[in-house]
C-alpha cells in the first residue's frame, strides 16, 4: 500500500481561507474599485505575498494516485520593474510512496512597459534554479526564459489578461533530461459586489521536449476584504481538464489560495 502525504491538504487550505474571511468581516472596511481591480492584477504595483494551493485528486494513467503542490509567492516593485518569486513544496506519486520536499525556484523581473488605469503590460527575463530536494520534485536543471503579463480592466465589473512564459535549461545535471516549457495562464474575474467576484485562471502547460500537455478549464469564487493597510483576496477554484496528452497530467484539481497585498 502507498503512504500519500502532503504538505498542505486542501481541506486545512479552504479552513484557512474561511478563518481569513471571518477575521476580515469583522475588521474589514470595504475595498474601493481600484483596490478590487488591483487585487487580481498580477502586475499591481504593490507588495505582495501569496499562498496558493493545489490539490490535484486525479492523474491520469496513475490510478488512485493524488498530487499536491503549495506555492509560497513574493512580489515585489522596484521601479517600473516588477520582481516576482515563486517556490513549491509539492506532494508527488513516487516508485513506492508519495515523495515529498521543495521544488525549483521560479523568479522573473516584469519591466511596466505600459501603466494605465485600464491596460497593465509588463514582460522580462525568468529563472528557474534547481532547488528541489528530490530528484522527482524538479528539472535538475538550470533554466531561463521569458515571461510577459497583461492585465486588462474595461470596467469596473470585469478584469481580464495573461501571463506567458517559456524557459528552457541551458546547465545543471548532464543526467537529467532537456527541458523547454510554455505555459500560459489566461484569467478573468466578474465583480459582483460586496468585494465577492467570479473567477477562472487556469494554467496551460505544453512541454515542448515530450510533446504533454495539460489544458484545465477553471471556475470558482473569491472576496476581497480591506483590513487596516492589507487587501485580503481568498479564493476556491476546481479545475477540470479538457484536453491532455501524457501520463501523470492532472484530471481534476482544486485551487486555493490567500492573496495580500500591503499598502
Known sequence: MRNHRTWMHPLLVLVLCLTLAGVGAA???DPTPEELAKANNPLADIKAVNFQNYYISKLYGLGDET?????VRGVKPTGRVLWRA??????VPGATESVSGLGDLNVFGAYLAVQDPKLTFGAGP???APTASKDELGAGKWQLGLAAVAFAVPSPKLQYGALLTWQASIAGDDDRRDTSVFVTQVFGMWQIGGGTYLRSAPIWVFDLKTGYYNVPFGFGIGKVVKVD??????FIEPQFTILHNGVGQPALQIF????MQFN
Open 67 to 71: 498530487a499536491n503542490t503549495f506555492w
Open 229 to 234: 493597510k492589507t487587501v485580503f483576496n481568498i
Open 86 to 91: 515563486s517556490l513549491p513544496l509539492q506532494t
Open 126 to 128: 525568468l529563472l528557474v
Open 256 to 259: 486555493t489560495g490567500v492573496n
Open 27 to 29: 475588521f474589514a472596511t
